[in-house]
């Protein structure tokens, strides 16, 4: 079964989710043997599944902190890296750092499509030389779509950290539900697949030229290189 969902993006610091994150949850578990990214799960109440996902890259490969702003913000190229998603649209920009946007996704029949609409919001700290993004669901926003079901227990959050090694250290932390008569470990295993996915897609295309300079107040640092 192709459901692979991502809830993440518009495209999500640790530990903040949505309502059903305060129901008792259970214990984290492994759920990843690539020795790159870490990945845990734990169900929620309900059906929602909370995943947390780590890794680290060198320095030549994502030390530019700006990268991932812009990477993120690409909504043309989101079909590249985010998994099976279709189309993502900017519905507003209300700031710099503060952006609604409506993704698509796509499923194979008898599944219905599923849509988000999602509010990313993007915060720097120079001090730490780290970056944040929360998101959180903003279905109000834009009315759901005839025959597409809409996932609105999207709580997302990304933690991404210049370290004084010479590395770049991403977290990441979110919730999903794909809603519908989908069988909960089909669910999982798609959700858990396609962060593995999307977390090596990052790693490919941070390093594009174009995403190579400042954001606003977000730099695009030079690597801490150990001496």
């Given amino acids: 079964m192709h459901m692979k969902y991502l809830m993440v993006l518009s495209a999500s610091a640790l530990c903040g989710l949505s309502i059903s994150s305060t129901a008792a949850a259970d214990e984290w578990k492994h759920a990843s043997n690539n020795s790159n990214v ?3 799960y734990r169900d929620i109440a309900g059906d929602v599944l ?3 996902a780590r890794t680290e890259l060198v320095a030549n490969n994502g030390s530019c902190m700006a990268a991932f702003v812009h990477l993120f913000n690409d909504t043309e190229r989101v079909s590249d890296w985010i998994e099976i998603a279709t189309d993502a649209t900017l519905v507003e920009q209300l700031n710099p750092y503060t952006r609604i946007v409506h993704t698509e996704f796509d499923s194979h029949w008898p599944i219905s ?8 919001i993007w915060q720097y700290d120079a001090e730490s030389e780290a970056l944040r993004i929360e998101i959180t669901n903003a279905s109000e926003e ?9 996932m609105t227990d999207v709580a997302a959050n990304w933690h991404i950290q210049a370290t004084e090694n010479g590395t770049v250290q991403i977290a990441y932390q979110g919730n999903s539900n794909p809603k519908g008569n989908i069988p909960r470990t089909s669910a999982r295993t798609s959700a858990i697949t396609a962060i593995e996915q999307t977390f090596a897609a990052i790693e490919t295309y941070i390093t594009d030229n174009e995403y190579q300079r400042d954001y606003h107040s977000v ?6 290189l150990p001496n």
């Fill in 38 to 40: 870490q990945i845990e």
């Fill in 142 to 150: 834009k009315p759901p779509s005839k025959n597409v079901i809409r």
């Fill in 50 to 52: 909370q995943i947390r």
């Fill in 113 to 120: 499509d599923r849509d988000m609409v999602t509010r990313s």
């Fill in 219 to 224: 730099p695009c640092l030079e690597p801490h």
